[in-house]
């Protein structure tokens, strides 16, 4: 269905690989380009981003290997940077939108453990909570209930945000955290935008197109739940053309407005929303732009605009923990990579774990930094 890797590893075994086989991989930069060079498209729409990026991250491994430096250090060196920042994680432990079977239109609920004075702490407080939740779910919905959706997170029959962020409270408040988790939320709003218009209830049969909203409405919505509930960011309010909307929202609330489909980890669109002022933190997606130097680039015009990072995987993973690497190289500061459960989400957390013991007294833990709160 259009999901397998077959053209890829093609691309790979006969074009790519033919070109860049001698040349010295620490020089990241110098082989990016020779790939994008050989694509030459402003899209990587010939030998495409996957094949791209398989082998800038092999290269980025080889490269560490190299110069005998843990992955995340080498990372560091090649953006210029010397921190090494363990990153706040927000865990997703709510599915909804295309992500799971129920009608609840926003994709992502996240809980975010920002009391917490370690990586280690907050992977306690995110999975104590986590498992709060699961009970709550089941007590409520019943034990089918607390199935999970893409990314590990459940998937209860909810319809609304008040359902999921009560929930959240909740659950947050049985773990003994409230003040001290705060919430996440990804609407992911392009999924339910059509003709200029906002359905939440789009995956409803019955209530599908009867309850339009503007994006004025949608904003008074997300305005309310703010002053509601403890929520730390909103990412993708709007679909992913409406730069102005973006602006309007980011210029009323006193959070950060996370831009992922609105920036497509693209410097293009990047500049164009910080000359906007249409959000304040950049989601980095390594494969929505194809190669490390370009995610290199990414991230240092977002900080270069004192905007925010928020590192992210992807709904296909694997266990693959290259993500956790560069999250700390980058010092990108926050972290998604879906809930507590599953391998492919564990995997990376657990690689954090591994750095930050690595690192022992030398290693540094966003925390409640200005960069987050």
């Not at 560091?76 to 939108?97: Q, S």
Request: charged share 25%; glycine share 8%; net charge negative.
């Amino acid at each position: 269905m259009g999901k397998g890797v077959s053209k890829a590893i093609d691309n790979i075994k006969n074009v790519i690989g033919p070109a860049i086989q001698g040349k010295d991989p620490t020089d990241q930069a110098a082989i990016d380009k020779v790939m994008i060079d050989l694509d030459g498209t402003s899209d990587k729409s010939k030998l495409g981003a996957n094949a791209i990026l398989a082998i800038s991250i092999a290269v980025c491994r080889a490269g560490a290997a190299a110069k005998k430096a843990p992955l995340y250090k080498h990372l560091g060196d090649l953006a210029g940077n010397t921190e090494m920042l363990l990153p706040m994680p927000c865990f997703n432990v709510i599915n909804g939108g295309v992500h799971s079977g129920n009608y609840l239109a926003p994709q992502e609920f996240m809980i975010v453990p920002v009391g917490a004075s370690s990586f280690k702490e907050a992977m306690q407080m995110g999975s104590e909570t986590y498992h709060h939740l699961k009970k709550l779910i089941q007590a409520k919905y019943g034990l089918k209930a607390a199935n999970v959706g893409d990314e590990g997170g459940f998937s209860p029959p909810l319809s609304t945000f008040e359902d999921a962020l009560d929930l959240l409270v909740s659950a947050i408040k049985d773990a003994g955290y409230t003040d001290k988790i705060k919430i996440g939320i990804d609407p992911a709003s392009s999924e339910f935008f059509k003709n200029g218009m906002y359905d939440l209830n789009f995956k409803d049969p019955d209530r599908a197109g009867k309850e339009l909203l503007s994006a004025e409405e949608l904003a008074g919505l997300y305005t309310k739940f703010a002053q509601k509930y403890p929520i730390v960011f909103f990412e993708d309010p709007y679909e992913e053309e409406s730069f102005s909307e973006f602006t309007k929202f980011t210029a009323s609330v006193d959070c950060q407005v996370v831009g992922d489909d609105l920036l497509c980890t693209n410097p293009t669109r990047i500049k164009r929303a910080i000359k906007e002022k249409s959000c304040t933190t950049l989601l980095l997606k390594v494969n929505q732009i194809g190669s490390i130097t370009e995610s290199i680039e990414a991230v240092r015009l977002a900080k270069e605009a004192k905007w925010r990072i928020l590192a992210s995987h992807r709904s296909g993973e694997t266990e693959d923990t290259f993500l956790a690497d560069i999250t700390v190289g980058l010092a990108c500061g926050q972290l998604k990579s879906g809930a507590l459960a599953r391998s492919e989400r564990l995997a990376k957390y657990n690689q954090l774990l591994r750095i930050e013991e690595e690192l022992g007294a030398k290693s540094t833990f966003a925390g409640q930094q200005s960069r987050l709160v």
